[in-house]
């Protein structure tokens, strides 16, 4: 059973949106985007809990908080789920209620003739709605869940009940599986999940609660505390009868099934031995990091096998796991569940999905669109694998991209950027505080390709190239929203031409000194004294021999501000200009003329 498109209206921070999902998705986009909306929403359709609350919905649950329009008439939060990939035995119990999906145009046959349903990629699927508003007559908000077929006669629809909701095994973790809750009895907790998938009753509360009753506390009077309770029964006598408010006292009473459900914990043996001989038994959320990463795997798996045609709906399962855990937690719940859909924040699980399968939310006056990423362009799967995935993924979770045509611009300018924060904090950001991802385009050829890409996908694109000819320039800057280009052509004599003297001859004889100096290249090892030029000309063969380890960023990273190109100081202060709105990009208002270039390359 999978849930191949769904549609909201008035939901929270959604006014309209419509997405389609595979059977493992994964959803991206800035905090606040709407993406823990959309498995809220995904909720109130198919969680066979979600409707037991009271009440179902409120007036925040409306866009903007409207409830009532203009016209003081309610407004509705709709939301629809098509369900497909039904096994027979589902197929039999909502036969009435049948329609059929076609996989290749992603729509709804209506109406359709019989031979249809026979095409390949068509199959039955379920359309399952949410309707909830305000109810003037009751002063209150309600909400019901319905079949959306058939309509009956009185232009009504089957209520789409608890029952059915079971037959479907939509499962929700929200965040809050790991550590602190997972085996509590919470609500919601990974335990009461299984409790549930198990369908055991625990009549266990009005014992324990009996227990607790029985319990007195600081009854001993040296503790002081019932001379004070009985001072406080003498002067309330001295207002009430002798029989009201009689032999104060502390117990452990007052607590009820949901403080229960709180405060009862797993406690489990730590390895430590008490001096009488016993174990030590500590809450699980006391236990150390790995067995708790591991214990929440664990109860994963459990409720994966317990329900093994289940749509699993899962926020963040980054939080307080490291990376290798996360990685199998995608793995065994996508292995073991019909579907699978997470929220994420984390380059580590995106890495565990192909690009068709991530999901980047974007939106604009309350509309959401998903776009699947696919594969960038001309990166090939292999390639993608081997060598692009982290940072395609780290561009996707990131508001912004900086496209760089090389090696050497993808390590300076956020090097260069830190470098200046460094030495002026309150003047400079870098490009992590500023919101970017900087991608490697690895030619001038895959800039624009690149920029248009992202750009697609709802990222503000920023781009850092060499000198171009007219053509090439001009597909760039169609292609990104802030070009910024370079007077030289190679990026190496950006640094060389543009630093200052004392920077270079500094780091030529750091290099020289520490024995750092490629012994490959001792033809051109750099001594005090050499001429300028001779200097630029090593350490441009150095600057290209090393490119892949970095060196532009260790040169950059010695720097003062005054001993930096110009153009690099520009380009990061343009760029940050424009992310906090104040000035117009570098390239539109530095260097207008050739005069202006002569000057900057002297």
Request: glycine fraction near 6%; hydrophobic fraction near 40%.
């Amino acid at each position: 059973m999978k849930i191949s498109r769904l549609k909201v209206m008035n939901f929270r921070g959604i006014k309209e949106c419509e997405v389609f999902l595979t059977g493992k998705t994964v959803l991206v986009g800035d905090n606040n985007i709407g993406k823990s909306t959309l498995l809220e929403a995904i909720d109130l359709v198919l969680g066979p809990e979600r409707l037991a609350r009271f009440p179902v919905i409120d007036e925040h649950d409306f866009y903007a908080g409207e409830y009532l329009n203009e016209n003081n008439e309610s407004v509705e939060i709709f939301i629809e789920v098509i369900v497909i990939d039904l096994n027979e035995e589902q197929q039999r119990h909502f036969r009435n209620h049948l329609e059929w999906w076609d996989n290749n145009n992603k729509t709804l046959l209506e109406s359709p003739p019989p031979e249809a349903t026979d095409e390949k990629g068509v199959e039955a699927a379920l359309r399952i709605c949410f309707r909830g508003k305000y109810d003037s007559d009751e002063d209150d908000f309600i909400g019901r869940t319905f079949f959306m077929s058939p309509l009956k006669d009185d232009d009504s629809f089957d209520i789409f009940g608890t029952k059915d909701k079971r037959q479907c095994g939509f499962l929700y973790l929200r965040t809050l599986r790991t550590g602190s809750r997972a085996l509590s009895l919470e609500r919601g907790s990974l335990l009461d999940i299984i409790i549930k998938l198990k369908e055991k009753q625990l009549p266990m509360w009005e014992e324990v609660l009996a227990q607790l009753r029985t319990i007195s506390v600081a009854e001993n009077p040296d503790l002081g505390v019932t001379d004070i309770l009985q001072s406080v029964q003498s002067a309330i006598r001295s207002f009430v009868p002798s029989d009201w408010a009689d032999k104060p006292h502390f117990r452990v009473s007052d607590l009820t099934r949901s403080n229960l459900r709180k405060i009862l914990t797993v406690f489990m043996g730590t390895g430590a031995t008490r001096h009488n001989g016993e174990e030590y038994f500590a809450p699980f959320q006391h236990q150390g990091t790995g067995t708790i990463n591991t214990l929440v795997l664990a109860l994963l798996s459990m409720i994966a096998e317990l329900k093994q045609n289940v749509i699993f709906a899962m926020e963040e399962p980054e939080i307080a796991i490291p990376p290798a855990t996360q990685k199998r937690i995608i793995q065994s719940i996508s292995s073991k569940s019909a579907q699978a859909i997470f929220t994420s924040h984390s380059p580590y699980v995106l890495e565990e999905f192909d690009p068709s399968e991530i999901l980047v939310i974007n939106r604009e006056n309350g509309k959401i669109e998903g776009t699947p990423a696919q594969y960038p362009p001309t990166i090939k799967p292999k390639k993608y694998r081997d060598e692009f995935r982290r940072r395609f993924c780290e561009a996707l979770l990131a508001r912004r991209v900086l496209i760089t045509e090389g090696r050497t611009e993808f390590d300076s300018i956020p090097a260069a950027a830190r470098r200046l924060q460094e030495l002026s904090p309150f003047e400079f950001k870098t490009l992590e505080e500023l919101g970017f991802a900087v991608v490697n385009a690895e030619g001038e050829s895959q800039v624009a390709p690149l920029g248009e890409y992202f750009r697609g996908l709802g990222k503000a694109t920023f781009a850092v190239f060499d000198k171009q000819n007219d053509t090439d320039k001009a597909a760039i800057e169609k292609s990104v929203d802030h070009p910024f280009e370079a007077l030289e052509r190679g990026f190496e004599d950006v640094i060389l031409n543009g630093s200052q003297e004392s920077a270079l001859r500094r780091y030529a004889m750091l290099l020289v000194n520490t024995d750092e100096w490629p012994a490959g290249l001792s033809a051109q090892k750099p001594f005090d004294g050499i001429e300028l030029t001779e200097l630029k000309k090593s350490l441009r063969v150095f600057f290209g021999k090393s490119k892949a380890t970095g060196v532009t960023a260790d040169f950059l990273g010695q720097c003062s501000k005054e001993e930096m190109p110009e153009f690099i100081i520009s380009t990061i202060q343009s760029i940050q200009a424009i992310v906090e709105g104040n000035i117009i990009p570098y390239s539109e208002e530095v260097l207008e003329d050739e005069d202006d270039a002569e000057d900057f390359i002297e």
